[in-house]
């Protein structure tokens, strides 16, 4: 099957296959061929270039995208969207005075969740977190990272695990899984640590591994919730058993939590709103991605990761969404982009090389996905007629998606 775009006003992110992140100033450089087609062959892309020059071709189906700008679907390397209800009420009472960490001491936050996750049946879960992956899609989403980490019992992340797996079986968009039972201490092994460790490492892991039900490794490096020693254990355990770590680290404190994934050659570190002059020190020479999730920023009211800083020390940065119950309840990357040019004063051209090929090589996939790039896959967002692509973070609040493309197939 051959699918042709022609007319393109412009075709963002075009780039050689040897590029699988950009970093520091070449972040600013966002590569594109105006009045452009590009070819699709069995949900590759297999060409592309001036319309000048346009081949001649006899495809099955030809898209006009007069007016129109194509470019890369967004990648989401960091999300929790398999969870089961909300907690609507908790966000009314953090408008009301109390923290996130007041309302987790509470049993809100991640415990009020792991509840509801344990009593929700899996088809139930699955259901849920569908309609969830299907918004996303509509939203330019082509690839998502989505985590475990509500279950924090054997039974409940392996459930989660399995949902994860299902809806990549199901749907045209390429799912990353990451094991996070290192989420939160539940209730019964608040004083009893090395228990919950013991049964992470010695019960959940072997199972996951013998069903191949994670890429990834993950754990919420925190204060309160788990210590630098603690992730490290965590993150050893998960290398022996063939998953890499991708780290939750300095959401409200810097302890530590970021050195330690240097050392386990970590695939990225996420979060990183509170960030030490040592800690983008120890960033420096490594291969790790540093991730940015500026919605939850907003909807914590907690800073922002701090964008230029890093950019001006070399380093390269993702952006995702980290959609969950808790602190972000958004799945948007239209948004995700638009706040991290208005909020973290990224350019557009940086906020769409974070939200493309920095977000695949977030999740170990920028050799497939992320950029326009041949023999990558054809998962394409065809904007609405714009002015320019600085119109994309601009005009924050609207839908300018036309056409989404997953796979080389025209999905909505
Ligand atoms: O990435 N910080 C840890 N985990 C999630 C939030 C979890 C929750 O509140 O349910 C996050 O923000
Ligand atoms: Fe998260």
Sequence with gaps: ?????????????????????????????????????????????????????????????????????????????????????????????????????????????????????????????????????????????????????????????????????????NYPITIKATFLGAHAFPVEYKENHDGYIDLIINEMLPEIAKNKLAHYIDAFCETGYFTVAETEQIMEAGILFGLKPKIHVNQFNSIGGIQAAVKYNALSVDHLEIMKPEDIEALKNTEIMPVALPSCSYFLSIPYTPAREMIAAGLPLALATDYNPGSTPSGNMNFVVATACIKMKMTPEEAINAATLNGAYAMGISETNGSITVGKKANLIITKPIPSYYQLPYAFGSNLIDTVVLEGEVFA
């Excluded at 070819?39 to 001649?56: A, C, K, Q, R, T």
């Excluded at 279950?151 to 399995?162: C, F, H, P, Q, W």
């Design 1 to 169: 099957m051959t699918t042709l775009i022609i007319n393109i006003k412009e075709l963002l992110q075009v780039r050689d296959s040897s590029i699988l992140k950009v970093s520091g100033a070449e972040m600013a450089i966002l590569p594109t061929i105006k009045n452009a087609y590009l070819v699709i062959e069995n949900g590759l892309i297999s060409d592309f270039g001036l319309m000048d020059v346009l081949p001649n071709i006899n495809p099955e189906k030809c898209i006009d995208a007069n007016g129109k700008m194509v470019l890369p679907s967004w990648c989401d390397s960091h999300t929790h969207i398999v969870y089961a209800g909300n907690r609507e009420q908790e966000f009314v009472d953090r408008i009301n005075g109390l923290t996130y960490e007041e309302v987790a001491n509470r049993g809100g936050g991640i415990l009020n969740s792991a509840k509801k996750l344990n009593e929700a049946s899996e088809d139930e879960i699955y259901d849920q977190s569908k309609n969830r992956l299907q918004e996303v899609m509509l939203l330019g989403t082509g690839a998502v990272e989505i985590k475990s980490g509500y279950g924090l019992s054997v039974d409940g992340e392996l459930k989660m695990l399995r949902v994860i797996q299902r809806l990549a079986q």
